[in-house]
């Protein structure tokens, strides 16, 4: 059986190249700032310095890492900014983690295959009886 070669277009995007340069104090985490570029390698003055954060918190299932923007102009900002981004990258991450639980937590029950919704009871809507924990 021979393998079919994938039809992906990996083109990368001249007009979005960033130099990227990675600093660290091998504790906390690390900043990426990404400067932009142009196709020869040149600074392009007409789009801002990016800088990224990365570090990871340990949970009650392991490592969770972090990956957020940092709002600065200047390393310096980054380096003072970093908690706040850091924090606020936490909240959101629970958030989802929270809603994903809510959604998979709420399609759990499914009823037997006689089972109906409806019917006489004093649910009215709710299954009558018998359903399953879907695994």
Known sequence: MAEEPLDLELKMEE???YQEEIFTDRRVGTIQRLTPID???KPD???????VGQTQLM????ALPLNFEIPADSLEQAVQNFAAAANGSLV???QKLEE???EQS???????????FGGGGMGGGMPSGGGRLRR
């Open 15 to 17: 007009q979005d190249l």
């Open 39 to 41: 196709k020869t390698g």
């Open 45 to 51: 003055p007409a789009r801002p310095v990016i800088y």
């Open 59 to 62: 949970s009650r299932m392991g």
């Open 92 to 94: 959101e991450t629970m």
């Open 100 to 102: 994903m639980r809510r």
């Open 106 to 116: 709420s399609a759990l029950i499914v009823p037997d295959a006689g089972g109906s």
